[in-house]
């Protein structure tokens, strides 16, 4: 198994609403990141796990919560978005553990595509 | 810090025609270099990556790149492009050492669009 799986793929969610998404890979990667990405846009970092553990946070506000249950799993919960934050949500995973070598190949999901009303 | 630049924001070009999109990069340490691309409404997908031994890197789908040291660029190409290599593509850099280790910087990206 080769791939970062992504759900839900849409999302369309008021300002007052909680979602969550959701991220599984099963390629034992160490890594596991969220990425934003605007249109026509590169990805920015959001988030980086290593071990299960956070070890990158790039000043992200705290409406966006991340949560990492187990090895192969990551999740990013919603609550009290605003309309800016609509973009295309993308986890990745690494083999390597982040920070630990520069050689971090990412391996994307398709992303979630995410509207905020 | 680490930065890329990618120097052509769009690239137009006749099918079967040879295609290069250039990437530089800065780095106050040695840098390991990447490739992705996305298709539309899709994630990103590794083309190539250097990290060290030979200059010339071959990927998928017939790319390939060349690290150049001296001038700072990794630029991607093909000698006959397809439909659908119709896509975005993202350069990348991660420092092979010290604090960004493992934090890729993307360049703002290069759209290529193959035109029949």
């Known amino acids: 198994d080769t791939e970062v799986t992504q759900t839900p793929k849409h999302l369309v969610m008021g300002m007052t609403n909680k979602k969550s998404l959701k991220c599984e890979q099963h390629m034992g990667h160490r890594a596991m990141y969220w990425y934003k990405q605007k249109a026509k846009k590169p990805p920015e970092l959001m988030f980086v796990y290593s071990y299960e553990k956070l070890s990158i946070n790039e000043s992200v506000p705290s409406r966006f919560s991340p949560e990492c249950p187990n090895s192969s799993l990551l999740n990013l919960h919603l609550h009290a978005l605003q309309p800016e934050d609509s973009a295309l949500y993308l986890c990745?995973?690494?083999?390597?553990?982040?920070?630990?070598?520069?050689?971090?190949?990412?391996?994307f999901g398709a992303g979630s595509r995410l509207t905020v009303l | 810090a680490q930065s890329v630049t990618q120097l052509d924001s769009q690239v137009p070009v006749f099918e079967e025609a040879p295609v290069e999109l250039r990437c530089n990069y800065s780095?106050?340490?040695?840098?390991?270099l990447f490739w992705y691309v996305q298709y539309p409404n899709q994630g990103l997908q590794l083309l190539l990556k250097y990290l060290s031994g030979s200059t010339l890197v071959k990927g998928i789908n017939g790319f390939e790149a060349e690290f150049n040291k001296s001038q700072t660029s990794f630029h991607l190409r093909k000698p006959s492009v397809h439909i659908s290599d119709t896509a975005e593509y993202f350069c990348a850099v991660s420092d092979l050492i010290g604090t960004n280790a493992g934090k890729s910087t993307f360049g703002d990206g290069t759209t290529l669009t193959v035109k029949p």
């Open positions: 780095s106050s340490v040695s840098v390991y």
């Open positions: 990745a995973s690494s083999q390597e553990a982040a920070l630990t070598s520069g050689a971090n190949v990412l391996t």
